[in-house]
C-alpha cells in the first residue's frame, strides 16, 4: 500500500456500499476519442476480478462518472454492479440521494475518486480512496491510497483491503481454489 | 516541476491566450492509424480538468495542430475550447494571424509544443512551454517544463501554472468543492 | 527471470502440451470496451514469435481463457495454435479433459496464467508459470516467473525458457538464421 | 544513446539507404486485434519527424514488414516513403533484391530491425540497428541502440544519428526554425 490512515481499517470494516469513479479509477484516465467522440475505454482484469469478488462478499457496488458511455455500461453489465450513475455533473448531490435511498449511514458508504470533482463525495464518504496518480489536493483529502496503477489493479487493492477490513477476504478466495 | 526559468511564473502571470499543440502535449505523441489512416487519439481527464477550470479562470484556450482530425474537434468542443486550429504547416505565420485577431501582444500568449515544428510559435509566444518528452532543441528554449508526462497531466500542471501565477487557482478550485 | 523454483528446468524439460491464458498473459490485462462489448485486445510481437517458435519445437500450444473473445481466435488461428478454449468458467476440470483427450501426463504439461481463477490450474501442471504482476498469492504457487512484462514477451521468456530446458533452443532460431 | 560500436558513425556516414522494420521498431510491438484480425497500429510523432527530415536529407527510405497491414500503407503514404514491403517472409532476400535494384552496395544500406527474423537483413546491412526492446540475440549483431523506446523516439533517434554522421542534421533542423 502507498498510504493508510490510522483509522483506514476501521473505516473500510464498516462499508456495505463502495462506490467508484471511471476515468483515472477503473480507467488510467485515458479517454479514446474517434471521429464521432468518445469510442473506447480500458478496463483491466484485476480490477474486474477486485469488483467481482467484494460483490460476492456481500458489498453493494456503484459506479459514479461524470461522463457518459456505453462502454461503461457494458463492462458494468459484465461484472454485475447494480447501480451505475453516469453523466452526473453534481457528484456529491447524487451519491448523497443514492446512499439516502439505499438507507445507508455516510460512514457504511466508501468512494474512490481521483479529481477535484470528486472531493465532495470523498469528503461525504466513511472509508475514502484516491490512486497514486491523483493530484495532491484530492490524496490529502482520503484514507487510503493503493500502490497499483489507476487502471491496472489500483481498484482490485481497494476490494481487498476492504475484504481483509470485513474479515471476508479467505472465504471468498477459497471459492476460486475449488 | 521538472524546469521553470527564472522569469517562467512572471511570464505565465501575463498570458491572456494559452495555445496548446495537440500530438504529444495533449496526447502521448502516439498516432492510431486504421486501414483509412488515423483513427483515434487518447486523451486525458486530467488534462481535460486542467483545460475547463483555465478557461473558466478567464484564460483564452486554443489548439494548434500540424494535423487535421475529427477526434481533436470532438474533444476541443466538449471542452469548450474557442479556437481550434488544424492542418496548419507553418505555425509560427498562424499563431502570429491568431494573436493579431485577437488584439493581443506576444507577451500575453503562451504556447506548448513538443518538437521542432513547434520552435517558430515556441519562440514568438511571452511563455513556453514543452513537454518533458520533448527533443532537447525544443526544451532548451522554452520557460516551463512540467513534471507530469504529456498526455497524462502535462497540461494540466501547466493550466495550474498559470493559474498560480495569476491567483485565480484557489478561486477556480474552490468552486468544484461545493 | 524474475523467479525460478529449483525444479523449474527439469519441469520445463518435461512439457509436451504448453497452455497460456489469454488476459493478463498474451496481454498486459487490459480489456478495451467499446459501445457493443469488448473490442480489441493487444497481443505483441514478440510473444507471437516465441510461441511460433515453440510450436516449431514439437511442443502443443494451447488457449484457455475464461472470457471468450473473436480477437483471440483471430490471433490463434495466425499463430497456428491448435487448442483454443474460450469462455472456460472451471478452468481447472476443462485444462483436466484436455490433457486426458490428448494421453498426457499432468507432469508433461506446462500453464501460464496470472490471476486466482487460474490457480487451479497451476495446481494441476507439471510446468506453472505466472507474469510478475499476478497478486502474490499466484505468484507462490509458480515455479517460473519470467522478468519481461505481461503482453510484451513474458510468454516470448517462458518459450524460450522452455526450449533451452529441452534442448531445442539452438535449432530453432538457426532455422530463422537462413 | 544506449550503444554504438566503435565504428557506427563511420556506417552511418555512408547510408544512403535506410530501412525500418514495422512491429517493435515503428511501433512497440503491440499488434491489436478486432473481430476481423489486426485493426490498429501505434506510431509516434517524433519518429514520422525523423523519418520526414531523413528523407528530406536526401537518404532514401523503406519499410520492411513480416506481416501486411493497410495501417502501415496509409502511415507510409503520410511520410512519403518510397519503398514500403509487406507480407515479406523472407527478409533477407527481398531486402538483397531492393539494394540491387536501387543499385547500391550494401555498405550503402542501414537496417533497423527488432527480432530473430530480421537478422538476415541486420547481417547483410553496413549499418544495422535495433531498439533496447529487442532479445539479445539481436542486440549483439547490431552497430547501434538508441536510448528511445521502440515506438516512442528509436527510430527518430537513428534517423537524427545518421543525419548527424553525414552532417546534414543542422541544415535540415534549420528549414525548420525558418
Known amino acids: 500500500m502507498q498510504f493508510a490512515s490510522p483509522d483506514a481499517l476501521e473505516r473500510a470494516r464498516r462499508v456495505k456500499l463502495m ?3 471511471v476515468d483515472g479509477v477503473l480507467t488510467d484516465g485515458s479517454l479514446w476519442y474517434g471521429p464521432s467522440g ?6 483491466h482484469s484485476f480490477d474486474g476480478q477486485g469488483l467481482k469478488m467484494l460483490g460476492s462478499s456481500g458489498v453493494t457496488l456503484a459506479l459514479l462518472s461524470g461522463r457518459s458511455s456505453p462502454a461503461v455500461s457494458a463492462r458494468a453489465a459484465e461484472l454485475g454492479i447494480d447501480h451505475v450513475l453516469q453523466g452526473v455533473a453534481q457528484k456529491g448531490a447524487i451519491s448523497e440521494s443514492l446512499i ?5 449511514a ?5 468512494y474512490m475518486g481521483d479529481d ?13 480512496c484516491a490512486p497514486r496518480e491523483a493530484p495532491e489536493q484530492v490524496r490529502k483529502r482520503v484514507h487510503y491510497v493503493p500502490a497499483a496503477r489507476a487502471g491496472a489493479g489500483a481498484a482490485r487493492e481497494v476490494c481487498e483491503y476492504v475484504m481483509r477490513a470485513q ?5 471468498v478466495l477459497g471459492e476460486y481454489l475449488e
Chains 1, 2, 3, 4 share one sequence.
Open 19 to 21: 462506490l467508484f469513479d
Open 38 to 43: 468518445e469510442e473506447l475505454k480500458s478496463f
Open 167 to 171: 474479515g471476508t477476504l479467505e472465504r
Open 106 to 110: 455516510r460512514e457504511s458508504t466508501g
Open 100 to 104: 439516502r435511498r439505499l438507507g445507508l
Open 116 to 128: 477535484v470533482v470528486d472531493i465532495p463525495v470523498l469528503a461525504r464518504c466513511g472509508f475514502a
